[in-house]
């Protein structure tokens, strides 16, 4: 079998190492000595913006053998449909999965947006669909919708975008209303982008189940991962494929990496980056599996399957460490507990996509077509 591998582009800036932290190239940082983009060189700024380094990402995971990139969308970040957009001319097949919540674009423009950037990219938009997690952040955007009347609002708006694709097409529903509604025929003969569907409450799964072409996770100890793609298909007529978001930090041996965890923890002491996403079901599963850890040694709930990342840098908890054979037994592991695709990372995102495409990719038993 084949699976989709993609990484993770740091559209919110990037520290130079997982253990050092401070972010010091893209994002919207400070002009600071030294870092890059926006940095300043000579006491003046540098002139290589977020857009620059995300560029360079794009450029270097298409060339390690990734097939896409995660856009994220942050308060802090670019928009990612921009983004896509300016960055799909730096690549030729790279595909570029968008993070957004639908709360935020009416169905019918967002039909648009997706129709237009397929042609413009031959097809290369994926959809990674977020309800939100609530608190504080939901409402920097200005959403009050609870958490269940997300996931409603959520399915809502996938029968009307899939309606308008196909259109013309009438709707009355809670959340939109729309009548006729159509694109024009050149751009209603684009692909309809694959939908990544993230959420780990039952009214999240029930969503996936209708809308899914892959349920996507965060990473949990193996059991509890298994347990929940079993429940999700419970729920579903047709069972979507099924994804996992993973952070990676492999090295030529294993002692080097649990080193470089070890230097990150001294650094950062036992501080979350990551706020407390108190309505995110899938933050409380997470936060559940390591409760009581006191030394960094002790979030490690499975050989290799570290709970602490979020100490080093915001984002979830759980990802791989090892050398790059122990990392990739455990990515076929997880092809072989029904995974279909993953979502990369590691910190710095340039270099670390270089060296997990070398030296990781190419030794997935389960990658083998």
Same mark, same amino acid.
Request: include cysteine.
């Given at each position: 079998?084949?699976?989709? $591998? @993609?990484?993770? !582009?740091?559209?919110? #800036?990037?520290?130079?190492? =997982?253990?050092? %932290? /401070?972010?010091?190239?893209?994002?919207?940082?400070?002009?600071?000595?030294?870092?890059?983009?926006?940095?300043?060189?000579?006491?003046?700024?540098?002139?290589?913006?977020?857009?620059?380094?995300?560029?360079?990402?794009?450029?270097?995971?298409?060339?390690?053998?990734?097939?896409?990139?995660?856009?994220?969308?942050?308060?802090?970040?670019?928009?990612?449909?921009?983004?896509?957009?300016?960055?799909?001319?730096?690549?030729?097949?790279?595909?570029?999965?968008?993070?957004?919540?639908?709360?935020?674009?009416?169905?019918?423009?967002?039909?648009?947006?997706?129709?237009?950037?397929?042609?413009?990219?031959?097809?290369?938009? $994926? @959809?990674?669909? !977020?309800?939100?997690? #609530?608190?504080?952040?939901? =409402?920097?955007? %200005? /959403?009050?919708?609870?958490?269940?009347?997300?996931?409603?609002?959520?399915?809502?708006?996938?029968?009307?975008?899939?309606?308008?694709?196909?259109?013309?097409?009438?709707?009355?529903?809670?959340?939109?209303?729309?009548?006729?509604?159509?694109?024009?025929?050149?751009?209603?003969?684009?692909?309809?982008?694959?939908?990544?569907?993230?959420?780990?409450?039952?009214?999240?799964?029930?969503?996936?189940?209708?809308?899914?072409?892959?349920?996507?996770?965060?990473?949990?100890?193996?059991?509890a991962l298994a347990e929940k793609f079993a429940l999700v298909r419970e729920?579903?007529?047709?069972?979507?494929?099924?994804?996992?978001?993973?952070?990676?930090?492999?090295?030529?041996?294993?002692?080097?990496?649990?080193?470089?965890?070890r230097e990150g923890w001294a650094r950062a002491g036992d501080a979350e980056?990551?706020?407390?996403?108190s309505e995110s079901v899938g933050w409380q599963r997470g936060r559940s599996?390591?409760?009581?850890?006191?030394?960094?040694?002790?979030?490690?709930?499975?050989?290799?399957?570290?709970?602490?990342?979020?100490?080093?840098?915001?984002?979830?908890?759980?990802?791989?460490?090892?050398?790059?054979?122990?990392?990739?037994?455990?990515?076929?592991?997880?092809?072989?507990?029904?995974?279909?695709?993953?979502?990369?990372?590691?910190?710095?995102?340039?270099?670390?996509?270089?060296?997990?495409?070398?030296?990781?990719?190419?030794?997935?038993?389960?990658?083998?077509?």
């Open positions: 079998m084949s699976v989709d $591998v @993609y990484w993770r !582009i740091a559209m919110e #800036g990037d520290a130079p190492a =997982l253990r050092l %932290g /401070d972010i010091t190239r893209g994002g919207f940082g400070p002009y600071l000595p030294g870092a890059l983009g926006p940095g300043l060189r000579g006491g003046e700024p540098d002139g290589h913006g977020p857009l620059d380094y995300m560029a360079e990402v794009a450029r270097a995971t298409e060339g390690a053998g990734f097939v896409g990139g995660l856009m994220p969308s942050f308060p802090v970040t670019d928009d990612p449909w921009a983004a896509a957009a300016t960055l799909s001319g730096e690549t030729s097949a790279y595909r570029f999965m968008i993070a957004f919540q639908p709360g935020f674009l009416h169905p019918v423009q967002a039909a648009r947006m997706s129709a237009s950037l397929q042609a413009a990219t031959g097809g290369r938009v $994926v @959809y990674n669909i !977020i309800s939100g997690g #609530g608190g504080p952040q939901q =409402l920097w955007w %200005g /959403d009050k919708v609870h958490h269940d009347d997300r996931y409603a609002r959520t399915s809502e708006f996938l029968d009307v975008l899939k309606g308008v694709w196909n259109g013309p097409y009438d709707h009355e529903g809670r959340f939109y209303r729309v009548a006729g509604a159509a694109l024009p025929p050149d751009l209603r003969e684009q692909p309809f982008p694959e939908v990544y569907f993230s959420g780990s409450s039952p009214a999240a799964i029930a969503a996936a189940g209708r809308h899914a072409d892959y349920y996507l996770s965060w990473l949990e100890p193996f059991d729920h579903c007529d047709t069972p979507p494929k099924f994804a996992v978001r993973v952070d990676v930090l492999a090295r030529e041996t294993e002692e080097e990496a649990w080193e470089e965890i980056r990551t706020p407390d996403a599996f390591t409760a009581g850890a006191v030394d960094y040694r002790d979030l490690e709930v499975q050989p290799g399957v570290w709970g602490g990342f979020n100490r080093l840098r915001p984002g979830p908890l759980f990802g791989l460490v090892g050398d790059y054979h122990q990392v990739a037994e455990r990515l076929d592991e997880l092809i072989g507990l029904g995974v279909d695709a993953f979502i990369l990372a590691g910190v710095p995102h340039l270099e670390e996509a270089r060296r997990i495409g070398r030296h990781v990719l190419p030794l997935l038993k389960g990658n083998k077509s």
